[in-house]
């Protein structure tokens, strides 16, 4: 997507931000080349910090295409708010109810009109005490199912020295960033399955190895051989000790 061709919207959002990350950051962009320059796109990204959403559509848009990120359905219930994100083509999602199925519909769409979408398969910001991927969610596994789009792994590393989930802290300094993706995740061997909880199980193990070894060699460190498993950690069973 040419950005010439944004619109209106989609122009005065990027011409609001861009300069403020260009004052805000010192970036470092890598693999852009593996981002499909069209067509429908999954991109699956870590999430270490609240910041890095800014900092992922950025490297995004400077790979040639407009990010479209998912979101609370009742932001777009916001006067203004609401308006604005309709306008710059970002996605509401409905969250445990029945219209999470509608929500999927619109992703698939998305998808299918040829849109970068944005899904953090973490579903939130690490938990992870040295901010390593956790296990993730299955919802970009089960849209790569039933699209067949490609899911491009993306790490990023920096953004949590801007605002760090486990302080809360915001600095304002001006902070090195760094950005990469990988190839196109191999889920070939899934094609075509019934998506089972197994399936996307290991769908989703598939892509958070590939986010992993992403961020490890950003960090030049080794990942943790398990992925952090929140729940298991948060409410151990007397099955789990030892």
Known sequence: MA???LGFWRSFAAALVIPVLKVWTRRTWLGTENIPRSGGVIIAPNHVSHFDPVVVGYYIFSAGRWPRFLGKASLWKVPLLGGFLRKVQQIPVERGSVEAVKSLDVLVDALQQGGVVVIYPEGTTTREPDLWPMRGKTGAARLALVTGAPVIPVANWGAEQIFDPRTSKLRFRRTPVTVTSG????????SGATPTR????QMTEAIMQDI???LGELRGEKPP???YDRSRRQAPSAGDAG
């Open 212 to 214: 992993s070894g992403l």
């Open 3 to 5: 950005h010439r061709r």
């Open 225 to 227: 051989a398990e992925l």
């Open 183 to 190: 190839p196109p995740v191999d889920l070939s061997r899934w």
């Open 198 to 201: 197994q399936v996307l199980d």
